[in-house]
């Protein structure tokens, strides 16, 4: 009796291989966007500089109110900028970004208009409290919408700040020469267009941390394991490798309180 031919079932679904890379995609629009922000903001911050003179022959200043004047905006822009950024840091909080638009549009709007050095100098910290509050939720922004390609995602978010510092002599040519204090003014479109695109970027940032995004960094198991240096090593020396450490720092102290205690390094030119 001839015997029947063996069938082999085949299995209902085969497995699926993992994908090959896990990395979020760069999300462009957003780093245009942030890219945009960061010129705004940085060309808002050089009126302040391109100003001077204008403020200098209206109010009557000093070149010692001058230099308080820039000192008030440097440091509430670059001082007090690493103190958000650690509060960012524990608590992700989108809607900065267009609160720190927010703080500069009023400075600006208050700048045009004052009379006083005491207002200049208000309205120069709010100017810095918008960029130090811009910088940090700024650059995680782009982080976050870097993906995989982190250094273009940083050399875009850049040029958009160093476009904007770059704009001082413009700046001083064409509006504040033929316009006076009052050419601020037309800043605060720059910054109301600042505050418009910084809450569709906060909204997508938002969504972001809702989905489960998060800054930490995971640990894969290569990572986990012992230094690759340490365990060769170990391997071929086993245990002298500590001990003869542990020697070379004795032997070393040692030959170093010898010099001291004789006086030979007194007699070194």
């Known amino acids: 009796m001839a015997d029947k031919p063996l069938s082999l079932a085949k299995p209902a679904s085969l497995p699926k291989s993992a994908p090959s890379g896990t990395g979020q995609e760069t999300v462009y629009r957003i780093l245009l966007a942030i890219s945009f922000v960061h010129l705004f903001n940085d060309s808002i911050q050089s009126v302040i500089p391109a100003i001077f003179p204008i403020l200098k022959d209206n109010l009557l200043l000093t070149f010692t109110q001058i230099g308080w004047i820039s000192f008030a905006i440097n440091f509430t822009s670059s001082i007090i900028q690493p103190v958000i950024g ?127 995004y998060t800054f930490k960094k995971t640990r894969s198991g290569p990572v986990n394991g012992p230094c690759p240096a340490k365990k060769y090593l170990e391997r071929h020396h086993g245990t002298r490798y500590p001990c003869f450490c542990a020697f070379l720092v004795r032997s070393c102290h040692q030959q170093l309180l010898c010099l001291l205690s004789d006086g030979c390094l007194q007699n070194i030119d």
Not at 128 to 148: D, N, Y
Not at 203 to 209: E, S
Request: contains cysteine; charged residues 10%; hydrophobic residues 50%.
């Open 86 to 212: 650690y509060a960012a840091d524990r608590k992700p909080t989108p809607i900065l970004l267009p609160i720190g638009m927010c703080f500069t549009f009023a400075g600006v709007f208050i700048l045009a208009y004052a009379g006083s050095y005491i207002w200049v100098l208000f309205s120069v910290v709010l100017i810095g409290l918008g960029s130090a509050t811009f910088h940090p939720e700024g650059m995680r922004v782009a982080h976050m919408a870097a993906g995989m390609r982190k250094g273009l995602s940083q050399s875009i978010f850049q040029v958009g700040g160093n476009a904007g510092q770059s704009l001082a002599p413009l700046l001083t040519r064409y509006i504040f020469v033929p316009f006076g204090q009052i050419g601020a003014l037309g800043f605060t479109i720059v910054a109301a267009a600042g505050i418009v695109v910084q809450s569709y970027v906060a909204r997508w940032y938002k969504q972001m941390l809702d989905s489960g």
